[in-house]
């Protein structure tokens, strides 16, 4: 969820419900509660704009190496920018993915002010009228852009081929916990009532499509905690080396993203660094 500056173009084993079986008073001492997410450190946070230069810089390097990348099937991918971005922020990983033989689609909704009227009620239509036009889509989102598309996965299944996501928090339960919360707390004026917005993540049902988490240790914007999938047959969280602003055009990102959509329809699986890139996806 981070305000993004605008880039110029170059047998199911989900896990079943809650038992409403009574639950302890308190858990043993020996199960800890996890670790909660905290806002990330301020060098991160203070480099963010100088990393997604350096991100930049070497994908203009890699374009020759990113001609490998898997080529895609024809179907139709929708891109949802972040918190303060419109369509312009993802403008190199949509033609990328056009390239490579994608309906690739923008959200056409102006800058993502956060979850307001227009927005919430603008990218369900617009996941309606795509999937009417073109069939099941997939949605690649990149922070609060992969928070709605996780949102649209669970309200409408039956329309969404598979989730990405790009250093979506949705796991995260205090927005204190991002370096943005000032600009979230002063757009606030413009969001749906609480009882309209997405309840935490840990009450969720689990993703009922294919998922899969992108993150980075040294994001500077959202705590990376936060942006896990819970592991799934069909669910799944890739670490990259990204600054939070550079997701949309960092070269490994670009690289993992094409190879999920690349997947056949109904045949996913989980990902794998190609030979002799491995060194470009740190270890989880």
Same mark, same amino acid.
């Given at each position: 969820?981070?305000?993004?500056?605008?880039? =110029?173009?170059?047998?199911?084993?989900?896990?079943?419900?809650?038992?409403?079986?009574? %639950?302890?008073?308190?858990?043993?001492?020996?199960?800890?509660?996890?670790?909660?997410?905290?806002?990330?450190?301020?060098?991160?946070?203070?480099?963010?704009?100088?990393?997604?230069?350096?991100?930049?810089?070497?994908?203009?390097?890699? /374009?020759?190496?990113?001609?490998?990348?898997?080529?895609?099937?024809?179907?139709?991918?929708? %891109?949802?920018?972040?918190?303060?971005?419109?369509?312009?922020?993802?403008?190199?990983?949509?033609?990328?993915?056009?390239?490579?033989?994608?309906? %690739?689609?923008?959200?056409?909704?102006?800058?993502?002010?956060?979850?307001?009227?227009?927005?919430?009620?603008?990218?369900?239509?617009?996941?309606?009228?795509?999937?009417?036009?073109?069939?099941?889509?997939?949605?690649?989102?990149?922070?609060?852009?992969?928070?709605?598309?996780?949102?649209?996965?669970?309200?409408?299944?039956?329309?969404?081929?598979? *989730?990405?996501?790009?250093?979506? =928090?949705?796991?995260?339960?205090?927005?204190?916990?991002?370096?943005?919360?000032?600009?979230?707390?002063?757009?606030?004026?413009?969001?749906?009532?609480?009882?309209?917005?997405?309840?935490?993540?840990?009450?969720?049902?689990?993703?009922? *499509?294919?998922?899969?988490?992108?993150?980075?240790?040294?994001?500077?914007? *959202?705590?990376?905690?936060?942006?896990?999938?819970?592991?799934?047959?069909?669910?799944?969280? *890739?670490?990259?080396?990204?600054?939070?602003?550079?997701?949309?055009?960092?070269?490994?990102?670009?690289?993992?993203?094409?190879?999920?959509?690349?997947?056949?329809?109904?045949?996913?699986? /989980?990902?794998?660094?190609?030979?002799?890139?491995? /060194?470009?996806?740190?270890?989880?």
């Amino acid at each position: 969820m981070t305000a993004l500056p605008e880039i =110029p173009p170059p047998a199911s084993e989900d896990r079943a419900a809650p038992a409403l079986a009574a %639950v302890p008073d308190a858990l043993p001492e020996a199960l800890p509660e996890p670790e909660a997410p905290h806002a990330p450190g301020l060098l991160w946070y203070l480099t963010e704009p100088t990393r997604a230069v350096v991100d930049l810089g070497q994908y203009a390097a890699a /374009r020759q190496l990113l001609r490998a990348a898997p080529s895609g099937d024809g179907h139709t991918v929708i %891109v949802l920018p972040g918190l303060g971005g419109a369509d312009g922020s993802t403008a190199v990983l949509r033609k990328f993915l056009s390239g490579l033989g994608h309906d %690739v689609r923008g959200w056409g909704l102006g800058r993502n002010l956060g979850p307001s009227a227009a927005t919430v009620d603008g990218t369900r239509a617009l996941l309606e009228r795509v999937a009417a036009e073109r069939g099941k889509v997939s949605l690649v989102g990149w922070s609060l852009g992969g928070v709605f598309a996780r949102e649209l996965a669970r309200e409408r299944p039956e329309l969404v081929r598979q *989730v990405i996501t790009l250093g979506s =928090p949705y796991a995260l339960r205090d927005a204190r916990c991002t370096r943005v919360n000032p600009v979230f707390r002063l757009l606030s004026v413009f969001y749906e009532a609480v009882s309209d917005l997405p309840p935490p993540e840990s009450e969720r049902p689990v993703m009922p *499509v294919p998922a899969t988490s992108v993150y980075s240790r040294s994001d500077g914007i *959202v705590p990376w905690r936060a942006c896990l999938e819970e592991e799934g047959r069909r669910r799944e969280s *890739v670490p990259v080396a990204s600054s939070h602003l550079g997701y949309c055009h960092n070269t490994s990102v670009l690289w993992l993203v094409a190879d999920r959509l690349a997947q056949p329809r109904g045949r996913w699986r /989980r990902f794998a660094p190609p030979p002799g890139m491995a /060194r470009m996806f740190p270890a989880a």
